[in-house]
């Protein structure tokens, strides 16, 4: 018997007649004879009303109430689907977080799951009845209603896939898969047909909104095959698998771009043991995460300057703490741009090809575009250049990798 999890995103469900066309779906797979689990989102549109209320109410809220009021949008998506399904001869019912129940700890807000209990769950999917499962809540150890993030049901749904030994995990939404960089902005995208987990991971955390980050690093540790596609046609999407599935590699399957970065540099710091602890300390303290690093060669042996970046919303904090401990850093000044992009190139075939970082440096020197801050991982080349440049950067690099379409 297959055994399937589908999970419909907020535009797939945005309104009464898209709750009815989903049905339809999951009726065409239950009539294929599979066990079907279905996780929802909530109506476009509801979380962020959802949000702001518990803001107008209290801006220093709760997190716990905070849980409480912004987990309610899935709840009245998973019965009125499970409505729907009835209404046209499906046995269906839906469950919520705490009725299944979907452990996680009590990091209200951000909570992380420890545990699902799939018994009761498995036996109702034997048997031939629909679950329609609320996405992105859960309950803590407290018994205290818990929420998984903004995008949080796609991690709801690999979760389950994962807990329920399910053959697939389909995410359908409103792209028609995974590109190879954004679409908006170059016209020669391509769909994927294919996609490894590390390099999801990177496209994901990297800004790519298609999955939540979390969703991609379960699915890789549990190996849960997931096929993102449109709620809106049947076209084949983009499937994420492991990297042993993909027989012929492309050195670099995508480009991610991020605007959401603010480079900092420190002109004329020591150059002295301990210097970059001293910087990076109480800034970790704070929770700042620091993306990019360069520190220059020192001319005399004595001073250098540090640049790195953090993403725009700890910016004005990460200048405040700087400046609070300019005396013990030793700083000559501060300087700050937050008019750059980053721009990486991801895949993991660059770990068995050389010459990858360089065909993006030449790629940008043609077009005159000056680079700021350089970073490499395994799989992943990064560089920092003026915001100004997104779109022609974004263009060169594409062709530049034979990503085109034909
Ligand atoms: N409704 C939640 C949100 O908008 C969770 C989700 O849609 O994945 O963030
Ligand atoms: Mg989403």
Known sequence: MTRVVQKFGGTSVADIDRIKAVAQRVKAEVDQG???AVVVSAMSGTTNQLVDWA?????LHDAREYDTIVAAGEQVTAGLLALCLQTIGVDARSWLGWQIPLRTDDAHG???????????????????????????????????????GRGGSDTSAVALAAALNADRCD????????????????????????????????MASLGAKVL???????????KVRVQVRSSFSD???????????????????????????????????????????????????????????????????????????????????????????????GYERLVSDSNVVKISVIGVGMRSHAGVAQRMFMALADKGINIQVISTSEIKVSVLVSEDYTELALRALHTAYGLDAA
């Open 171 to 202: 995410i359908f939404t409103d792209v028609d898969g995974v590109y190879t960089t954004d679409p908006r902005i170059v016209g020669k995208a391509r769909k994927l047909d294919r996609i490894t987990y590390e390099e999801m991971l990177e």
């Open 110 to 148: 951000k909570a992380r799951i420890t545990e699902i209990e799939t018994d009761t769950l498995s036996e109702r999917l034997s048997s031939g009845q629909v679950a329609v499962v609320a996405g992105f809540q859960g309950i803590a150890s407290d018994n205290r209603i818990t929420t998984l």
């Open 235 to 329: 076209a084949e999407g983009t499937l994420v698998v492991d990297e042993g599935e993909i027989v012929e590699q492309e050195v670099v399957s995508g480009i991610a771009y991020s605007k959401d970065e603010a480079k900092i540099t420190l002109v004329r710091v020591a150059d002295q043991p301990g210097v970059a602890a001293a910087i990076f300390g109480p800034l970790s303290d704070a929770s700042v995460n620091v993306d990019m690093i360069v520190q220059n060669v020192s001319e005399d042996g004595k001073a250098t300057d540090m640049t790195f970046t953090v993403v725009k919303e700890d910016f004005e904090r990460a200048m405040a703490i700087l400046e609070s401990n300019k005396e013990s850093l």
């Open 212 to 222: 939540q980050t979390r969703s991609v690093e379960l699915a890789m540790n549990h």
């Open 55 to 59: 803001v107008q109410a209290a801006p």
């Open 34 to 36: 599979s066990e079907v």
